[in-house]
C-alpha cells in the first residue's frame, strides 16, 4: 500500500488546510465547506497523474489537435456527512464520474467505548473501475476500513482504490496498513497527525469536521 502525503510539498493546499485547522477561520462555515471542497480538487488533480491516458484527436475551428486522455472509469465514494463537500471537490475535477455514499457513523457504549457502524450503502457496479474513497478525516482507520469492505462486497471489487483523506493520524494509516495489506490501494493525506484523544479524535487535527461544516448534532 502506498502513502502519499501532500503538504510536504510547499503548495497553496497548506493553506486550504491551515484555514480548516484554525479556530479563528472555523466559524465561517460557507468558508469551511468550501475549503474541504478546494482540497478536494488538489488531491483529484494529484490523483488524476496516476491515472492511464490515451492520445485522442479533438476538431478545433481550424484543424484537429491530439491530447491525452485517461480512459479510467471513476466511482467517487464519500463518507456521510462531512464528506459531502470534499467529494464536491473531485466532482468538480473529475465531472464524469459515478458516485457512491456510505453512512458510517462511531455507535458509543455506556462506558465511553465506541465500534463503528456501516448503516447505509448506496453504490452503482465498482468492478474493473478507479474508486476514489473519500473522508476528510483518517483516525482510527475502522470507518475506512469497513466502508471500503462494505462497498466492495456492494458492487465488485475495483482494479484500484485510492483513499482520500485531508488529515490521517499515524494510528489510522497503520490500521488501514494492517487491514488492507495486499489491496491495490493507495492512500493521499493532506496531512498526517501523530496522536489520537482518548476518544480517537485526531490532535491537533481540526475538530469535528462534520459539526464545523454543517452544525453540531444531538
Not at 14 to 30: K, T
Not at 109 to 114: E, L, P, Q, R
Request: hydrophobic share 40%; charged share 25%; glycine share 8%.
Amino acid at each position: 500500500m502506498e502513502v502519499n502525503i501532500l503538504d510536504r510539498q510547499a503548495t497553496v493546499l497548506n493553506r486550504f488546510i491551515a484555514e480548516l485547522r484554525d479556530v479563528r477561520v472555523q466559524g465561517d462555515r460557507m468558508r469551511f465547506r468550501r475549503n474541504l471542497e478546494r482540497v478536494g480538487e488538489v488531491m483529484a488533480y494529484e490523483i488524476s497523474k496516476t491515472l492511464a491516458y490515451v492520445p485522442r484527436t479533438v476538431e478545433t475551428p481550424l484543424g484537429e489537435a491530439t491530447v491525452s486522455l485517461s480512459d479510467d472509469e471513476i466511482v467517487i465514494a464519500t463518507i456521510l456527512r462531512a464528506g459531502i463537500p470534499y467529494h464536491q471537490g473531485f466532482l468538480n475535477y473529475f465531472d464524469g464520474a459515478s458516485s457512491a455514499f456510505v453512512s458510517a457513523f462511531r455507535k458509543y457504549s455506556k462506558d465511553g467505548t465506541f465500534r463503528v457502524k456501516v448503516e447505509y450503502v448506496s453504490s452503482g457496479d465498482l468492478a474493473g473501475k478507479t474508486m476514489i474513497l473519500v473522508d476528510p478525516m483518517l483516525a482510527t482507520g475502522a470507518s475506512t476500513v469497513l466502508t471500503y469492505k462494505a462497498l466492495i462486497e456492494r458492487g465488485g471489487m475495483p482494479a484500484h482504490t485510492h483513499i482520500a483523506s485531508i488529515i490521517a493520524s499515524e494510528e489510522g494509516l497503520a490500521h488501514v496498513r494492517e487491514r488492507l495489506p495486499d489491496r491495490d490501494v493507495t492512500v493521499w493525506c493532506g496531512a498526517v497527525d501523530e496522536e489520537l484523544t482518548v476518544k480517537s479524535y485526531i490532535i491537533p487535527g481540526l475538530g469535528d469536521a462534520g459539526d464545523l461544516a454543517y452544525g453540531d448534532k444531538l
